[in-house]
């Protein structure tokens, strides 16, 4: 996991969003992943905004919002503190509906409301209080009512109890405060790790485990994964959540499938390189292999390999390369491993840039300006590599970018050569040297700007593709924030957040978010997760996007290009493989349920059989006609079944015509019966696992 990089505290972005630790992918975690999350393996980077730190295994983080004053948004200028004033529907009673004038002025959007603290639903059927750790939710009876069926329908391992408690923050409603409860029934048949389920606890009620992205799938009880778009075909694990960003901002490009997939490959080389590089942060070395990879093949930056090669060196059994370095080897090594992730997020973000080039935003201007200042930049690096300076394209940048006062000014001091259209110093000393000096500030001027209009254009695709501010997930599903287009300057690099929904007031939705920095030491489960509200609506202002981008000028945490995806089940169940083992896949609604009904019959019939206690007759009684398998696959019967059904038919045969010894065939039947029971047992808790998982996937309706 990456966080900030040297980042000092003036120049957060507020004060009162407090940055947390986020999880991320790195290195072997893409190689080895399957069905378990693999949070052992990843390779967290960790540098703090004073000082460097050590890194921390991590989730993710939610900021803490301070309340916001709403007066901008309203229809008239008055501030929310007294909802009177912009109440637009006395006769429906609802004290607050805001006019949001996003796009258009005819653009109206009902959105939750600020009162003493707390964010009130648009419809006034629930009340979540703001601040870090909250754990104070309220809500109207039939809405609770609501959640709890939607939960239990979709086998959540959280149902929501009604407390006593009144809230008067409503006049139209009663209130209740709602406290959650861990239904561990729910969890058997999940296939999820301990680790992965909450825990019920008396004082806090529930536990959850210290990360995010395990918080989320603790709460929907099912290993989840980003839904991807019809034209997202790109092949990367679930996991994967920056390769599921990529591959989201692909499918919006115009190009031709041949030109994405180069940037793809691109952009996963140096994907893989920042991972590498974010493992040597951590372990302040370089193994061979990385070095090779990162150095000679990749970056192919002469400078930054050279200064590798000054900085680093092998260590004594050859195995690795270690800092060079008298005093403060450790701090030094890092500063330099910085730069080298740095300088693979640049590589990155010019990738980012060319696609985005192609994607159609919300106005063809904004893909215009992007497309005009990226091209410009790309015209000055190559100027600025053959040491040419032409007054053309740096007066053009100075332009185009924002608070060029300082760039004029230093203007002053230069003048056009007559024959050569190069910018040439006025001063007599160092003339090539205070040229250069010049172009590389426009350059790191246009550059920025570059950056800066490629994370407007990534937050403009918007409600219309289902991502960014178009995310609205079920109760069971999840939004999901995954940052990129970082800046060393100015953004962070907290890779991604999740949350997933309990409840659905009106157009906004209420989550249970946990987070990897509220953990202390080494705990794997707490209490300090939270209530959350959020607006539904795209245009409201008030989405999960909103609250957690960055604002695109100054990055604010998860980078410049930060998507906001949804999070579902993932595609193959925790017990996929015995799903096809078993012959249950591809089963629809009616099948599954017949199935799943079958086979807890014959568990059942089974239970009884190799019950050694029952006599003679109780077995043949028990045994009746034999088993009924019409309804379960028949593959699976075919090939798991049938000898073994045999074999204790047979066995009921010796027994009900008093072959031989009794106590030797009753102890055959028993036997006979506990091997089916041990096959069918594996059958109902796949069929199960997979009718759930199509539930809530949307499939079983």
């Known amino acids: 996991m990456y966080e900030k990089l040297g980042k000092s505290e003036k120049n957060t972005i507020s004060s009162n969003r407090k940055k947390e630790s986020a999880v991320d992918r790195a290195g072997e975690h893409k190689k080895n992943s399957k069905d378990s999350i693999g949070f052992e393996a990843l390779q967290p980077l960790h540098i703090s905004q004073r000082k460097m730190?050590?890194?921390?295994?991590?989730?993710?983080?939610?900021?803490?919002?301070?309340?916001?004053?709403?007066?901008?948004?309203?229809?008239?200028?008055?501030?929310?503190?007294?909802?009177?004033?912009?109440?637009q529907h006395k006769s429906n009673q609802q004290l607050n509906k805001y006019i949001s004038i996003a796009g258009s002025q005819k653009t109206v959007a009902q959105r939750y409301t600020i009162k003493e603290g707390h964010r009130i639903a648009n419809d006034h059927t629930a009340a979540v209080k703001e601040g870090k750790n909250n754990k104070l939710l309220y809500a109207t009876t039939e809405r609770i009512s609501e959640s709890n069926l939607a939960m239990n329908s979709k086998q959540m391992p959280l149902s929501l109890n009604q407390g006593s408690q009144k809230n008067g923050l409503v006049e139209d409603k009663t209130l209740y405060s709602v406290t959650p409860?861990?239904?561990?029934?729910?969890v058997t048949h999940s296939g999820l790790p301990d680790s992965l389920k909450p825990k019920s606890c008396p004082t806090h009620k529930v536990l959850l485990p210290s990360e995010c992205e395990k918080g989320a799938i603790s709460i929907v009880g099912s290993f989840?994964?980003?839904?991807?778009?019809?034209?997202?075909?790109?092949?990367?694990?679930?996991?994967?959540?920056?390769?599921?960003?990529?591959?989201?901002?692909?499918a919006q490009s115009t190009a031709d499938g041949g030109v994405k997939d180069t940037w793809y490959t691109t952009w996963s080389t140096f994907d893989e390189g920042r991972d590498k590089a974010a493992k040597s942060y951590k372990n302040i070395s370089y193994s061979k292999s990385d070095k090779v990879f990162i150095f000679d093949t990749t970056l192919n930056d002469p400078g930054l390999s050279k200064d590798f090669l000054k900085k680093f060196k092998e260590n004594d059994d050859k195995t690795k390369f270690v800092p060079n370095f008298v005093y403060s080897s450790d701090k030094r090594g890092r500063e330099f491993c910085k730069k080298v992730v740095y300088k693979f997020d640049e590589k990155i973000a010019e990738v980012e840039t060319e696609i985005m080039k192609t994607v159609a935003t919300d106005t063809l201007a904004h893909k215009t300006e992007l497309i005009t200042a990226a091209d410009l930049r790309d015209k000055l690096k190559n100027f600025f590599d053959t040491g040419e300076y032409p007054k053309k394209e740096i007066d053009e940048a100075i332009a185009m970018v924002p608070n060029s006062a300082g760039l004029l000014q230093a203007l002053n001091k230069f003048r056009e050569d007559s024959e050569t259209k190069e910018y040439?110093?006025?001063?007599?000393?160092?003339?090539?040297?205070?040229?250069?000096?010049?172009a590389e500030k426009v350059l790191m001027s246009?550059?920025?700007?570059?950056?800066?209009?490629?994370?407007?254009?990534?937050?403009?695709?918007g409600s219309g593709t289902g991502l960014n501010t178009g995310v609205n997930p079920d109760i069971g599903q999840s939004y999901g924030i995954i940052g990129g287009n970082y800046d060393s300057e100015e953004g962070g690099r907290w890779n991604w957040h999740w949350a997933s929904v309990i409840m659905k007031p009106g157009e906004d939705n209420v989550t249970m978010e946990a987070h990897a920095s509220h953990k202390q030491g080494k705990e794997a489960h707490n209490h300090r997760w939270d209530f959350k509200m959020y607006g539904a609506l795209a245009n409201s202002g008030q989405t999960f996007h909103d609250e957690w981008k960055g604002d695109g000028v100054s990055a604010d945490g998860f980078g410049k290009g930060a998507v906001t995806v949804l999070g579902v089940m993932r595609d193959k169940p925790a017990l996929q493989g015995k799903v096809e083992e078993l012959h249950i896949d591809g089963l629809g609604k009616l099948d599954t349920q017949a199935a799943k009904t079958s086979s807890a019959s014959m568990l059942l019939l089974m239970i009884d059989l190799k019950d050694d206690s029952k006599s003679k007759d109780d077995l043949v009684s028990t045994y009746g006609a034999g088993p009924v398998t019409d309804n379960l696959p028949d593959l699976f019967v075919q090939k798991k079944l049938t000898a073994k059904l045999e074999e204790l038919k047979q066995a009921m045969t010796k027994l009900t015509g008093g072959v031989g010894n009794e106590a030797k065939n009753k102890k055959a039947v028993n036997a006979k019966a506990d091997d089916l029971f041990l096959e069918i047992a594996i059958f109902y808790k796949a069929v199960s696992n997979y009718e759930r998982h199509n539930k809530l996937n949307g499939t079983f309706v």
């Open 53 to 87: 730190k050590e890194m921390i295994n991590g989730g993710c983080n939610p900021k803490q919002v301070a309340q916001r004053d709403l007066a901008h948004v309203c229809n008239n200028t008055e501030k929310v503190s007294n909802p009177a004033k912009v109440n």
């Open 181 to 186: 409860e861990y239904k561990e029934e729910r």
């Open 224 to 250: 989840t994964k980003t839904k991807r778009s019809e034209a997202n075909t790109r092949a990367y694990h679930d996991k994967d959540h920056a390769n599921a960003r990529i591959g989201e901002l692909l």
């Open 424 to 438: 040439v110093s006025k001063d007599t000393l160092y003339k090539q040297k205070k040229v250069k000096v010049l």
């Open 446 to 461: 246009i550059s920025k700007h570059v950056a800066n209009l490629t994370g407007r254009n990534t937050r403009n695709i």
